[in-house]
């Protein structure tokens, strides 16, 4: 993988990749900060472990 590529980043953590595809991610993922960024950033928002619930706290506005 020498040039960018969203979609085979996300097949890559889905792991629908094959051993060539992995490889191409990983030589380009030590290669491209940019993909890092974005790879962590994926699997960390998709990741429900790391979602923390804070309710949002609302004040009902009475207008009159």
Do not use: W
Request: proline letters at 2%; hydrophobic letters at 35%.
């Amino acid at each position: 993988m020498q040039t960018c590529n969203f979609e085979k980043l996300v097949m890559f953590l889905d792991k629908q990749l094959d051993l060539d595809g992995k490889l191409d991610v990983l030589d380009h993922l030590d290669q491209c900060e940019i993909c890092r960024d974005a790879i962590y950033h994926i699997s960390r928002d998709r990741d429900a472990d790391l979602f923390v619930y804070r309710p949002c706290k609302t004040e009902k506005v009475v207008s009159g």
